[in-house]
């Protein structure tokens, strides 16, 4: 018999109540409390759908979600961006959309969102058995840091005989027998047959001309990473669709796998043409062999300008992928999430998911500010980048017109149509819009279209994928689009009391535990502010290395919101291993903020660990 070690001290805050209008999705009907789940080691994950970020979170926690399946309990919290993300058939949805396999609490009013005093999407919160909270994570990479603290949960509270092993609540939706589930994207094949993305199940379709019968199905319909014939390849969440000049191949944006793979049309064999299956993060090469390069959520593909051109949207960046030399550049893009055009390496995107390619133009739908944007050819190699419609992150709706007030709701999609106009598959309005170059005007085409995601041209009419209703769908192209109402939104966060003048910004980050900040080639952190507007911040913006900023808030704006992006790197703290295992933990923050007299002076905000202040 062996000593137990000590267990670590610990701030422990009790835990709020989970509370939700929607209620509960994988529990087979309960509704969960947190005392149905004392004698478990509890994560919330604060998410919404709507968010690459929080589906990159998803995944980490799989792994960890198998490993600890007796002493670990995930529940999902959905806390709703956009207003079709409060729809609780929208998230019920996502659910299966997106597989997961734990309870969801359905939270529109962002009630438990309000009570853990959570400021970001994604947000990870511990609750040890006991029922306190013991930690919270903003961002993506704390995959490793949960897995630490769960350890030691476990042998904590093995030891004081608080820790309940056995299974939990969740239990599985039956599922639906549909010839596609939440299909992503679609493509016209040279042969008259569509292609489309079946997402959920992990492969491809073909369908004949009717959008309907199928022909073949191209992947073995397991979650995986494989390359070979057709019936045993496997992917992970694909979704964009590309044909190759020739038309005897398409490239698919593999997007779970973080990868470009290429069909073969004739024999539908399957290979891997880019990425590493890793994900891209920050510090990691952004050229070079196609095979050699991280990728991040690759959503959609183009040919464009003798090149395939990637949304990656887990980088708010288009990258290229180059088939003469077999290798892969960043093409536009910072990795800042956010509405600036100008030259293309200026350029900040918002997760791009949708692209289609004219002669001189490569439209983007850039779906987190809500935009129809395009890349266009400059003088020399150069490109520029431009939006036609949309404002930024925060402004959302559907509003017909002229383009520089007509408003989206997260669009997923965009098609080149005949007559050199647009079509903007407008996701969370349910609507197919049309923006006219020429006269700079938006209409709508057609409603009623449940998620839309992606459309194609065939024989004149056009072909939308309804992803929500697991099929596609045949419109007649209208001469005269509708016009619809007007409708504009804003995202609804409750703001932050802040004080005018001086504000101590606080970026929370505690290593995980056994490591320590990387510093072997600089700084292992990184802190970008700005505002929306820019004059809110009378001083302090900008980049430096520190996690922490005294700002100088102008009292002559009255609010506003704060943009903030971190990152810390951190390493085992080994110094006997040469080649330690490090990882980057990273976030950004859009925080409203109200400035009262009463207000706070300080705005702390938790990239991983606990906010001393509030223990």
């Not at 489309?196 to 959008?211: I, M, N, W």
């Not at 002669?359 to 129809?372: F, G, I, K, M």
Request: proline share 6%; aromatic share 6%.
């Amino acid at each position: 018999m062996t000593d137990a070690s000590p267990a670590p001290r610990r701030a422990r805050v009790r835990a709020p109540e989970l509370i939700g209008k929607g209620g509960w999705l994988n529990t087979g009907g309960k509704q969960l409390s947190l005392a149905d789940l004392r004698g478990s080691i509890v994560i919330l994950d604060f998410w919404t759908f709507c968010c690459i970020n929080c589906l990159h979170v998803l995944d980490e926690l799989r792994e960890l979600e198998e490993r600890h399946r007796d002493t670990v309990v995930i529940v999902g919290v959905h806390s709703p961006k956009f207003v079709h993300e409060a729809e609780h058939a929208a998230v019920v949805d996502a659910v299966e959309r997106y597989g997961v396999h734990h309870p969801v609490l359905d939270d529109p009013e962002l009630a438990t969102w309000k009570q853990f005093a959570v400021r970001a999407w994604p947000t990870l919160v511990v609750i040890d058995p006991e029922g306190y909270v013991v930690a919270q994570h903003a961002g993506e990479g704390h995959a490793h840091a949960i897995e630490k603290l769960v350890e030691e949960l476990e042998a904590e509270h093995a030891a004081k005989g608080t820790l309940r092993r056995g299974d939990g609540p969740y239990v599985p939706p039956e599922p639906e027998p549909t010839v596609l589930r939440f299909p992503g994207k679609a493509l016209s094949l040279p042969n008259g047959n569509l292609l489309v993305s079946d997402s959920t199940r992990h492969a491809l379709v073909e369908l004949a001309a009717d959008g309907e019968t199928v022909v073949r199905r191209i992947g073995s319909g397991e979650r995986g990473f494989a390359d070979g014939p057709a019936e045993q390849a496997r992917f992970s969440e694909p979704q964009g669709l590309a044909l190759l000049p020739g038309g005897t191949a398409v490239v698919v944006a593999d997007t779970v796998n973080h990868a470009l793979r290429e069909v073969d049309l004739t024999s539908g064999a399957v290979r891997t043409l880019a990425g590493t299956g890793r994900q891209w993060w920050q510090g990691s090469p952004t050229s070079g062999p196609a095979r050699e390069v991280d990728l991040s959520s690759p959503w959609d593909v183009a040919w464009f300008d003798g090149r395939v051109w990637i949304a990656m949207a887990g980088v708010h960046q288009l990258w290229a992928y180059d088939p003469a030399t077999g290798t892969v550049s960043v093409a536009a893009g910072t990795t800042n999430e956010g509405l600036v055009d100008g030259p293309a390496d200026e350029a900040w995107f918002a997760q791009p998911s949708g692209l289609a390619a004219t002669q001189d133009r490569l439209w983007v739908a850039d779906s987190e500010t809500s935009a129809l944007r395009y890349v266009a050819k400059g003088d020399g190699d150069g490109y520029t980048v431009g939006t036609a419609v949309g404002t930024g992150l925060f402004d959302f709706g559907h509003r017909d017109g002229a383009a520089e007030q007509a408003l989206l709701q997260h669009p997923l999609g965009v098609t080149a149509l005949p007559d050199g106009s647009v079509a903007v598959s407008d996701t969370y309005n349910h609507a197919l819009r049309r923006y006219d170059p020429v006269s700079d005007e938006v209409s709508t085409l057609a409603t009623d279209l449940r998620e839309p995601s992606d459309a194609v041209v065939v024989d004149g009419d056009v072909v939308v994928v309804e992803s929500a209703r697991h099929r596609l769908t045949r419109l007649r192209l209208p001469e005269e689009a509708v016009r619809v109402a007007a409708a504009a939104h804003r995202t609804q966060r409750p703001a932050t009391e802040v004080a005018p003048g001086r504000l101590r910004l606080d970026v929370v980050f505690t290593a995980p535990t056994g490591q320590k900040l990387d510093e072997r080639y600089g700084p292992a952190t990184r802190l970008l502010v700005g505002s929306t507007p820019s004059e809110l911040i009378a001083s302090g913006a900008g980049q430096g290395t520190d996690l922490y900023r005294d700002l100088t808030l102008d009292p002559g704006v009255g609010e506003g919101v704060l943009h903030v992006s971190a990152m810390a790197a951190s390493c085992d703290d080994d110094p006997g291993n040469e080649y330690p295992a490090c990882h980057v933990h990273q976030q950004d923050w859009g925080v409203p903020v109200r400035l009262t007299q009463d207000g706070a002076t300080r705005l702390p905000l938790v990239l991983a660990g606990m906010d001393e202040n509030d223990a």
